[in-house]
């Protein structure tokens, strides 16, 4: 009798499995929708970010990709979070690993998700800078709660090329200053920027440490109007190293001329923003 009752209780528990805490809620990444309890660990089939349809219409990789950039644009997947291994979500949904890096990729081109080797797959930070006024990548930063710094390239006096002569109406041999470096913010690199000023603005260019424009307005050359001009670029090899990118991603490089209220022109800079973390929003008007 005992034997009988033995191999019967063996025998439930070999067909009752143990249920595992769902992979993407156990590091915490995946938030439930408003109003849905926080699961210790499933009861359910049902994903934590959707249901995919098996025959539907659209693609697997498709269906899941939508999957992400919903959370993404919810807010349950935020800026900064890490997603887990392509294996636990290929486990986690029933799908092949090919099929989850397909709609990665498909995310990553879009620019909503950054992908770097030994560091995962990321949510991407985005950041929106109006071209409606005039400011620093150093207020635009602080404006948004993030903190900005620099990797200086280069922070020298010189003699004015025939380019920046032409932008800061200078004469053939005028002293100009030169400030190169790679924008970060929250230690991300977001922009590598290249500024000239006419000597005649400041003393010396050790007073630009973080903010140009902070070290312009003290001797009272900070530009009041500006003119600005986009265009796509892709980045060259060297400034794919710096901004952390592959070479030949596509970039936004912004000439800006800035003026001060006489007219003279003070700042020459460009600026190679990454095209995956920037947005450029301008208010348009009839009036």
């Given at each position: 009798?005992?034997d ?7 025998m439930?528990?070999?067909?009752e499995?143990?249920?595992q ?11 439930p ?11 359910d ?5 959707g ?63 950054s992908r ?16 409606s ?24 006096q ?5 380019a ?9 041999g005028?002293?100009v200053?030169?400030?190169h ?107």
């Open positions: 009798m005992y009988t009752d033995a191999s019967a209780l063996t439930a528990m070999r067909a499995p143990l249920r805490e769902h992979p993407a809620e156990s590091i915490g990444l995946f938030r929708e408003p109003g849905e309890p926080i699961p210790v660990s499933r009861q089939s049902r994903p934590s970010l249901a995919l349809v098996a025959h539907g219409r659209k693609p697997l990789y498709a269906q899941f990709a939508e999957l992400l950039r919903k959370a993404i644009r919810d807010g349950r997947l935020e800026a900064g979070a890490t997603l887990p291994a392509e294996r636990d979500l290929a486990a986690e949904y029933g799908l092949s690993r090919m099929t989850i890096r397909k709609a990665i990729a498909e995310l990553a081109e879009d620019g909503l998700l770097k080797q030994g560091a995962g797959t990321t949510v991407t930070r985005r950041i929106e800078q109006n071209f006024r005039i400011s620093s990548f150093s207020e635009e930063m602080a404006a948004r709660g993030q903190v900005a710094s620099s990797s200086w390239i280069l922070r020298a010189g003699i004015v090329t025939p920046e002569a032409m932008q800061l109406n200078l004469s053939p005028a002293p200053m030169r400030f470096r790679v924008r970060i913010a929250d230690d991300a690199p977001m922009a590598i920027e290249f500024s000239t000023v006419p000597a005649y603005c400041l003393d010396d260019v050790q007073e630009v440490s973080e903010s140009l424009y902070a070290a312009l307005a003290r001797t009272d050359h900070r530009p009041v109007r500006a003119l600005q001009r986009l265009r796509a670029v892709p980045f060259t090899a060297s400034q794919a190293r710096l901004l952390h990118v592959d070479a030949g991603t596509p970039g936004l490089l912004i000439e800006r001329c800035g003026f001060l209220r006489d007219g003279r022109p003070v700042e020459y800079t460009q600026s190679w923003y990454r095209g995956d973390a920037y947005d450029f929003v301008a208010e348009l008007s009839d009036l």
